[in-house]
C-alpha cells in the first residue's frame, strides 16, 4: 500500500529544541499514525514489530515481575502491536487487556484469554480505576501532548495500581561518530517528527509527567541500546529506515546515497554503535 504522507508543518514542541514540553503541539488524528510509515499494512511492519519485540521483551518482563504482577492481576497493555507482552501477561495469569490503533496482529490474543479492542489511548476513555497496571512501550511520545497521554493512563488506575511507560529518546544517535548512520538518524528523526509527530526529545523528562499526574513510588531507569553491523538493531533499524526512505528522499532530507552508505554501516561486521535510549518509569497511584 502506499505509504500516508501528511503535508509537511514545523513541530512546535519537545523535538524541535526551543518549543515548549507541554500542550497539545499539533491536532491528532489516528491516520496520522494508523496510515503513516509506521502502518500495519506497510508488509514489513509486522517484522518491524518482532524485531522490537525480541529486542525489548526481556528488560520488559524483569521490570514487570519486580513491580509484583500478580495473577487475576487487571492489566492494560495499550498500542500493543505486536501483542508479546499481553501474550506473555496472559501466561502469567493475569487479566489481560491489550489495546491498538489497529488490531490486526492482536487478534490471535483472544484464542490465550486476552480482551482486545481497537481503542485509541488519546481519545477514548476506560472508566476511572479499571486496572492494577498499565503498560505503555514506544507509544506514548508518538502523541501530540504525551504528558496529557500520561495522565489519562493514571486516571485508569485502581488505588495503589501501577503505571509503566517504557520510550525512547533519539539523542545518542543524533551525534554518532560514524557519518553515514548519523547523517540518516538526523533524517530520520527530522521525518519522524513531521510526519507522525513524535516527540523524540520527550522521554528524556521522565518521570516528571507521571510525579505531575498524582503518582507516588516514582522509579526511573535509563539504558542505552546497542548496535551492531547485522545484529537485530540493525536489521529494526534498516526496516524503520526502509519504510520511510521515499518520503525521507522526496522531503530533500537525506538521498539514496545516503541510504545506501547507511545501510552498508549497518550491515559491516565492523560495526559498533550506539542506539536509541531507553527511559522507563513507574509510579502508584495513591492507596485510598
Ligand atoms: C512502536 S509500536 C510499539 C508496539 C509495542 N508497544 C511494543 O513495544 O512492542 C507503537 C504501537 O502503538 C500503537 N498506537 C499508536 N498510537 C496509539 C494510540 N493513540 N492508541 C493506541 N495505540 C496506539 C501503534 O498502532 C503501534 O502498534
Not at 499539533?26 to 509506521?38: A, L
Not at 529506515?241 to 552498508?264: C, N, P
Request: proline residues 6%; hydrophobic residues 40%; negative net charge.
Amino acid at each position: 500500500m502506499d505509504a500516508y504522507v501528511p503535508p509537511v508543518e514545523e513541530t512546535s514542541g519537545a523535538g524541535s529544541e526551543s518549543g515548549p514540553r507541554s500542550g497539545e503541539r499539533w491536532e491528532w488524528t489516528q491516520e496520522r499514525y494508523r496510515d503513516g510509515m509506521f502502518s500495519h499494512g506497510i508488509s514489513s511492519e509486522r517484522r518491524r514489530l518482532g524485531l522490537l519485540e525480541s529486542l525489548l521483551d526481556g528488560r520488559t518482563r524483569s521490570r514487570i515481575t519486580a513491580l509484583g504482577l500478580k495473577p487475576g492481576d487487571e492489566v492494560l497493555e495499550v498500542g500493543g502491536g505486536g501483542g508479546s507482552v499481553a501474550r506473555w501477561l496472559a501466561e502469567q495469569g493475569a487479566r489481560v487487556t491489550v489495546t491498538d490503533l489497529d488490531t490486526t496482529f492482536l487478534e490471535d490474543l483472544t484464542d490465550h484469554g486476552v480482551r482486545v479492542l481497537c481503542h485509541d489511548l488519546y481519545t477514548e476513555d476506560f472508566p476511572p480505576g479499571s486496572f492494577d497496571l498499565i503498560h505503555a512501550r514506544y507509544v506514548v511520545l508518538h502523541l501530540p501532548d504525551p504528558d496529557k497521554a500520561v495522565a489519562r493512563l493514571a486516571e485508569w488506575l485502581r488505588p495503589g495500581g501501577v503505571l509503566l511507560v517504557e520510550e525512547p529518546a533519539s539523542f545518542p544517535v543524533l551525534d554518532s561518530p560514524h557519518p553515514a548512520y548519523r547523517t540518516i538518524m538526523r533524517a530520520f528523526r527530522t521525518h519522524l517528527e513531521r510526519s507522525v509527530g513524535s516527540d523524540t526529545g520527550w522521554a528524556r523528562t521522565l518521570p516528571v509527567p507521571l510525579e505531575s499526574a498524582g503518582l507516588v513510588d516514582i522509579g526511573l531507569d535509563a539504558r542505552i541500546q546497542l548496535v551492531n553491523g547485522g545484529d537485530d538493531e540493525a536489521e529494526w533499524w534498516r526496516l524503520n529506515l526502509e519504510q520511510s526512505r521515499q518520503a525521507i528522499v522526496a522531503a530533500g532530507l537525506a538521498d539514496d546515497t545516503d541510504f545506501d552508505a547507511a545501510y552498508r554501516e549497518l550491515a559491516s561486521p565492523s560495526f559498533h554503535d550506539l542506539s536509541l535510549a531507553v527511559l522507563t518509569a513507574w509510579g502508584r497511584r495513591k492507596a485510598v
